[in-house]
DNA sequence: GTCTATAGAAAGATAGAC
DNA sequence: GTCTATCTTTCTATAGAC
C-alpha cells in the first residue's frame, strides 16, 4: 500500500531528533512506515535529501499559516515562540540543532539546509519584532531569543526540567517589550 | 610505542564533539592516534567507556586546579565562565551537548557521563553565585547561563558568529551581579 | 601493549521482478 | 511503488601471535 511523502518525512524527523543524522538508519525509518528500504530510494535518492525535507516541513508548521502584520506585534511574538517552546519541551530535543550538529561538509546539502532552517527562523522573529525596533536591534534580540530556547532545551533533553524553558520564554518576551519601550521613546 | 590514555582520551573528545556518538567511529580515533583498533580495547572495554572520559576530563580541566573561595565571588564567576565560553567559540561545538543528544537508554553509562558533566557544572556556578544569593536563585541563574552559552554555542557552529556568545557572558554577569546586589538589599 | 586477522552485524545504496 | 535479493563498505568487538 502507498505510503504518504508527509509520513515518511515526518516519521525521519523523530529518528533524527532522537538518534541524530548518523545515528538514524534508513532501515529504522523504513520499518518505522512501514516499507522496506529500498522502497525509500524512490522517494528520496539517499538519506541526505530527507534532511531538507524535514526541515521544510518544520518550518512549515511553525510558520506555514500565520498571517503576519495582522495583530500586534508582541501578540504575534509571544504566540511564536510559544509555540517552539512547547514543541521544544514536548519533543525533548530540537531535531534542528541535533541535525546543525550532525552534519558536516561530508553532507554539504543537508548543512546548507540547517542554515536555511535556523535562518528562516531568525528572520521570522526579526520581521516582528523590527517593526517596534531597529532591525539590529532586532536581529539580536530574536537570535538572543532563539539561542535562550535552544539552551533552554538541553536542560530538557538531559534532566528533564521544564523549569529553563519558562524562563526563556518569560525573559524572551520581557527583552522584547523592553527594547520596544526603550524605541518608541527615542 | 606506548601511546598515553589521554592522548586517546582527548582525541575521541574532538571525533565526539565534531562527529557526535554514533558518528565517531574506534577506527577513526585508532588512527588519529597512530594506533591500530583493536589496541583500543586493551585500555577500553568498548566505544562507550570513552564517554565518561571525555567528560571526566574535560570537567577536569575546566574546574580542576580551581581554588574555590580564594577570591571574590564575582571575579570567579567570570572566569569560569568566560573560559568555558572561550573553548566553546574556539572549538564551535560542545562535547557534552552533542553527547547529550547523541546518547539514549541504549547507552545508560554514556547517559549517566552526561548527566554528571552538566550537574557538575551547574553545580559549581551555584554554589559560587550562593555565597551572595539565596541557593534556589542561584541554581537557576547557573542553569540560565549555562542555557544561554550553550544556546549561543549553536550560532557559532551554524553560522560562525561569535556575537551571540559574547552577549551571553555579558547578560550572564550582569543578571548575576544584579541578583547579587538584590540580595544584599534585604 | 600492539599487531594481524577475522568474526558477525549493520550500514547506504542498487538491480530487477512484479 | 513495493518487493526480494544482493553488493560493498563500515561498524563494534574478539582471538591469538609477538
Given at each position: 500500500?502507498?505510503?504518504?511523502?508527509?509520513?515518511?518525512?515526518?516519521?525521519?524527523?523523530?529518528?533524527?531528533?532522537?538518534?541524530?543524522?548518523?545515528?538514524?538508519?534508513?532501515?529504522?525509518?523504513?520499518?518505522?512506515?512501514?516499507?522496506?528500504?529500498?522502497?525509500?530510494?524512490?522517494?528520496?535518492?539517499?538519506?541526505?535529501?530527507?534532511?531538507?525535507?524535514?526541515?521544510?516541513?518544520?518550518?512549515?508548521?511553525?510558520?506555514?499559516?500565520?498571517?503576519?502584520?495582522?495583530?500586534?506585534?508582541?501578540?504575534?511574538?509571544?504566540?511564536?515562540?510559544?509555540?517552539?517552546?512547547?514543541?521544544?519541551?514536548?519533543?525533548?530535543?530540537?531535531?534542528?540543532?541535533?541535525?546543525?550538529?550532525?552534519?558536516?561538509?561530508?553532507?554539504?546539502?543537508?548543512?546548507?539546509?540547517?542554515?536555511?532552517?535556523?535562518?528562516?527562523?531568525?528572520?521570522?522573529?526579526?520581521?516582528?519584532?523590527?517593526?517596534?525596533?531597529?532591525?539590529?536591534?532586532?536581529?539580536?534580540?530574536?537570535?538572543?531569543?532563539?539561542?535562550?530556547?535552544?539552551?533552554?532545551?538541553?536542560?530538557?533533553?538531559?534532566?528533564?526540567?521544564?523549569?529553563?524553558?519558562?524562563?526563556?520564554?518569560?525573559?524572551s518576551i520581557e527583552e522584547a517589550q523592553k527594547a520596544a519601550e526603550t524605541e518608541s521613546l527615542v
Amino acid at each position: 500500500m502507498k505510503v504518504l511523502r508527509e509520513t515518511i518525512v515526518s516519521t525521519a524527523r523523530e529518528l533524527f531528533r532522537s538518534k541524530g543524522y548518523s545515528g538514524a538508519s534508513m532501515n529504522d525509518l523504513a520499518d518505522a512506515v512501514g516499507l522496506k528500504k529500498s522502497s525509500l530510494y524512490v522517494r528520496f535518492p539517499n538519506k541526505e535529501a530527507l534532511v531538507p525535507a524535514v526541515l521544510d516541513l518544520t518550518l512549515q508548521e511553525t510558520f506555514g499559516q500565520r498571517d503576519l502584520g495582522s495583530r500586534q506585534w508582541d501578540v504575534e511574538f509571544i504566540e511564536v515562540i510559544e509555540l517552539i517552546a512547547a514543541t521544544l519541551i514536548d519533543r525533548g530535543r530540537c531535531v534542528g540543532l541535533h541535525l546543525a550538529y550532525g552534519t558536516s561538509d561530508d553532507t554539504p546539502i543537508a548543512k546548507d539546509a540547517v542554515r536555511a532552517f535556523f535562518q528562516a527562523h531568525r528572520d521570522h522573529l526579526s520581521s516582528i519584532l523590527s517593526r517596534v525596533m531597529p532591525v539590529d536591534v532586532a536581529r539580536d534580540i530574536a537570535t538572543d531569543t532563539l539561542a535562550r530556547l535552544e539552551g533552554a532545551t538541553a536542560f530538557v533533553a538531559i534532566f528533564g526540567e521544564k523549569d529553563a524553558m519558562k524562563r526563556a520564554v518569560r525573559l524572551s518576551i520581557e527583552e522584547a517589550q523592553k527594547a520596544a519601550e526603550t524605541e518608541s521613546l527615542v
